[in-house]
């Protein structure tokens, strides 16, 4: 299920994951803030693929279902020359393995945001990205 929010004017976040209750929650606080916003339940880089536009930013998030899919989507994202260069968000949960590659994932344009994140943290990131 994808729902989309917002303007066309204003920047384009995609939200990626299985938890409606997390969609919601970084949907609200993205509108709020004036971005527009797509979010999806659905895992896989098709899911990028069938916006009419890229979006400026994705945010995904690491675990679904108790596996780490969040991580091969960016792979899959980073390997498509299509979606190489998009930004992404990867909220995960603090993991000494996954901490270990940020330095390799900031430098393909990933930024991590360790859980527990407040709305202004989020927010900071996103804005550190996108201005």
Same mark, same amino acid.
């Given at each position: 299920?994808?729902? $989309?929010?917002? *303007? #066309?004017?204003?920047?384009?976040?995609? @939200? !990626?994951? #299985?938890?409606?209750?997390?969609? #919601?929650?970084?949907?609200?606080? =993205? /509108?709020?803030?004036?971005?527009?916003?797509?979010?999806? !339940?659905?895992?896989?880089?098709?899911?990028?693929?069938?916006?009419? $536009?890229?979006?400026?930013?994705?945010?995904?998030?690491? &675990?679904?279902?108790?596996?780490? &899919?969040?991580?091969? +989507?960016?792979?899959?994202?980073?390997? #498509?020359?299509?979606?190489?260069?998009?930004?992404? %968000?990867?909220? =995960?949960?603090? $993991?000494?393995?996954?901490? /270990?590659?940020?330095?390799?994932?900031?430098?393909?344009? @990933? &930024?991590? =945001?360790?859980?527990?994140? *407040? /709305?202004?943290?989020?927010?900071?990131?996103?804005?550190? %990205? +996108?201005?």
């Amino acid at each position: 299920m994808m729902r $989309k929010k917002g *303007t #066309d004017m204003a920047q384009h976040i995609m @939200v !990626i994951d #299985d938890s409606s209750t997390f969609l #919601d929650e970084i949907e609200d606080v =993205l /509108s709020q803030a004036g971005y527009a916003t797509t979010t999806d !339940i659905h895992m896989g880089t098709t899911v990028t693929k069938q916006q009419p $536009k890229l979006p400026d930013l994705l945010i995904i998030n690491t &675990r679904w279902n108790e596996e780490a &899919r969040g991580l091969e +989507l960016v792979q899959e994202l980073q390997l #498509d020359p299509v979606t190489t260069a998009l930004p992404i %968000i990867l909220c =995960l949960s603090p $993991k000494p393995d996954l901490l /270990s590659l940020e330095d390799h994932l900031m430098a393909h344009q @990933v &930024r991590l =945001l360790p859980k527990p994140f *407040t /709305s202004a943290e989020l927010l900071t990131a996103i804005h550190q %990205i +996108l201005m």
